[in-house]
């Protein structure tokens, strides 16, 4: 069973257009997670959630729009794409207990390329 | 906010040999620091974790030490295989909860056969 899944794992697509990236966990998990690697391989935090509210809020675009409609599932609607948008995104999720920072599980990345 | 360093950021390796990646941090409060493990078209994944309070950690052929003076910590790969062959973060993080995890830049490892 796969434990953090995203769609679609390759979006290419023109500068300008809006586009989504949807992830589920089927962990039980509280905290979910949005990353940008660029392509030095930096990993970057983007936003998280907890109990579909958002607790970090990196200095993003807001041409990013995360969206939690449940714990389980975080979805990255990106308007007016450009070129440096290009990257791969994972979603990640973790329990995030109070008593300390937790695993952090990771999907398989959405590789996106704005054309 | 959180800095992690991370060196180096290339490592070439014959197999069997050890592997040693360090990585430096600037938050005295970070007290957790994960190693993530990421295969080529994969997404990272935990291969150990050390908290502040202990100096090092050992799982089979990995290690992680920690020098909370010096404000660095570092993982040991003994008898590599071409299986390790990938990139590595180091990563840093305050307990608590809701914490931002604050990644090193990576190491890609070879382990030439």
């Known amino acids: 069973d796969t434990a953090v899944s995203q769609t679609p794992k390759y979006l290419v697509t023109q500068m300008g257009n809006d586009k989504s990236i949807k992830c589920e966990q089927n962990?039980?998990?509280?905290?979910m997670y949005w990353y940008k690697q660029d392509s030095k391989k930096f990993l970057k935090i983007m936003f998280s959630?907890?109990?579909?509210?958002?607790?970090i809020n990196e200095t993003v675009p807001n041409r990013f729009s995360p969206k939690s409609p449940d714990k389980a599932h975080l979805n990255l609607h990106i308007n007016s794409l450009e070129l440096g948008d290009s990257a791969v995104y994972f979603c990640?999720?973790?329990?995030?207990?109070?008593?300390?920072?937790?695993?952090?599980?990771f999907g398989p990345g959405t590789r996106l390329t704005v054309l | 906010g959180e800095n992690v360093e991370q060196h180096p950021s290339t490592l070439s390796v014959q197999e069997g040999d050890s592997a040693v990646i360090k990585c430096t941090y600037s938050?005295?409060?970070?007290?957790?620091f994960p190693w993530y493990k990421q295969e080529l078209g994969k997404g990272p994944q935990l291969i150990i974790d050390?908290?502040?309070?202990?100096g090092e950690k050992k799982d089979q052929r990995i290690a992680v030490t920690l020098n909370k003076t010096a404000k660095h910590f570092s993982l040991h790969i003994t008898e590599t295989q071409p299986e390790d062959s990938a990139v590595y973060f180091c990563?840093?993080?305050?307990?608590?909860?809701?914490?931002?995890?604050?990644f090193g830049t990576g190491t890609k490892l070879q382990v030439i056969p």
């Open positions: 990640a999720s973790s329990q995030a207990s109070l008593a300390a920072t937790d695993t952090q599980y």
């Open positions: 990563a840093a993080s305050k307990s608590g909860g809701y914490q931002k995890v604050t």
């Open positions: 050390i908290r502040s309070n202990v």
């Open positions: 962990l039980g998990h509280d905290t």
């Open positions: 959630y907890n109990n579909k509210e958002l607790i």
């Open positions: 938050d005295s409060a970070s007290n957790y």
